[in-house]
């Protein structure tokens, strides 16, 4: 495991780190960020973490950048880890048109199977197995784990949370993509990293795996009702109805007025960050 | 006065709002940002404006999107407008040679007197007089203005504070330029805005301005210890030498570790949040 310090940056007293590394799962050079509280310097600390997956279009910077949530970070004592949103490099194949909803930027968190997706598109096992296995070996890190995300990367934390019972403690989401499947943007990416074949997409999709799932972790999820998006491709409406059905606690707050940017995010970045903190205590 | 409202987002309860409108002062279309708090909806209301002015090669957005400054303008009822940092346009002439640090995107905060600059480069005068006016006949601001800044807009905003007594009842800086007669930034500037003439650069450097102000508002100013730009290009150590050598009230806080980003101005822009809303109050 090699790893390249890009850059550090003191931050509320703690420390903002670009790193980059070889990942083998995804068979290129991937950038991360991470926060370390100033916890993280005290002898034998062992922090939790919270994951934080992106939207499409996004690297490891949105977030870091413009939720301002390292303030909370530093007060709770919590990391924050950041990957980019898929593969990136020259011999990692894109949109063939170009399109920023599909390629680069635009991972969706799966385990591609079709060709020429399959070979590098494994975002997935990158962000549930490689990366915290990379921070809790390299960092003052535990296996208390969190995780959270934003459109692409609410759906991609909500489907990391339900497909592994007990390795997340905590959970939530900030405008997700609720039930790709039957939207648009996770048509398009779902089709073609998985195939045709609808019933392999059902592994993905919050809303179906809700109906199954082998753990009940409390999900928040704000989501603003002012959002281009939120009718044609969040559904929020679907992941109340699934939660509803299966009896799986969902706290779904509609933030009257607020779009879909960090502007967003970060008027609500410290309730989510009390959440988990909550969880991934002691 | 014509405004043209480019974007409107909620945030923190208010309203983050990028505006463009045309500047006499500076013969050519302007747009900067404004951060409404929520106080801003009440009937009636006149509240205390803080007037952000950032750095080379920034424009409105950098603060507002990066500085994380919005949630204790909320608690505080502060508006906060945050101008672009020089003309802009196809008509304004830029650095001859293409370089970030003169023309667009480094005005200065002063007003040229050499062809071809002095034709639109009036940053000071914008700042001081046409933004203010606009802004208190357009939204529910008061006259109680507060002014801070960052790099070229430290060293804006103490020029701004230090030349107008009772203009302004608060400024602070972070990492400022404060002797720009003795730097390379300054000096690349000053020379080709204002000419040869360095006494006429005594009226544009803060720490000449210092020994000779009408007024003795006191300064907070933060910079970073590990801030690459510190010994060569910001010179705190002249500012306290000419504010101790005039009496001059100043708070220059030293701190360890922070570069010259804005992951430092997110630091400790709490801080210069309440030093502003303290003397703007009532």
């Not at 990379?134 to 497909?163: K, T, W, Y």
């Not at 009390?274 to 002691?282: F, I, T, V």
Request: aromatic share 10%; proline share 6%; hydrophobic share 40%.
């Amino acid at each position: 495991m090699s790893l390249e310090i890009l850059s550090t940056q003191k931050s509320f007293g703690g420390w903002h780190k670009r790193i980059r590394h070889h990942s083998d799962v995804l068979g290129c050079d991937m950038v991360f960020a991470v926060y370390l509280p100033p916890q993280a310097a005290q002898a034998g600390a062992r922090l939790p973490v919270l994951y934080w997956l992106s939207g499409l279009t996004c690297t490891d910077e949105n977030f870091m950048q413009k939720a301002g949530a390292q303030r909370m970070a530093a007060e709770l004592g919590l990391i924050i880890v950041a990957p980019d949103t898929s593969p990136r490099g020259a011999d990692v194949p894109g949109d063939p048109d170009g399109a920023w909803d599909f390629g680069h930027g635009a991972g969706f968190y799966v385990n591609a199977t079709q060709a020429p997706w399959s070979r590098h598109y494994r975002m997935y096992d990158y962000v549930v197995e490689e990366l915290p296995a990379l921070i809790e070996a390299a960092f003052p890190a535990s296996d208390r784990r969190g995780i959270s995300g934003h459109s692409m990367g609410g759906h991609g934390a909500l489907v990391c949370a339900l497909r592994n019972p007990g390795r997340y403690r905590s959970v939530s989401a900030f405008a997700p993509i609720s039930n790709p499947m039957q939207c648009p943007w996770g048509e398009k990416a779902l089709s073609r990293y998985l195939g045709e074949d609808r019933a392999q997409w059902r592994e993905w999709d919050t809303c179906a795996l809700i109906a199954q799932a082998g753990e009940r972790l409390p999900l928040l999820v704000d989501q603003g009702e002012a959002d281009g998006f939120l009718a044609e491709q969040l559904k929020p409406e679907a992941l109340h109805a699934a939660a509803t059905a299966a009896g799986h606690p969902l706290t779904l707050r509609l933030q009257p007025g607020y779009d879909h940017s960090y502007y967003f995010i970060a008027s609500f970045i410290d309730d989510h960050l009390r959440h988990h903190a909550r969880a991934l205590a002691g």
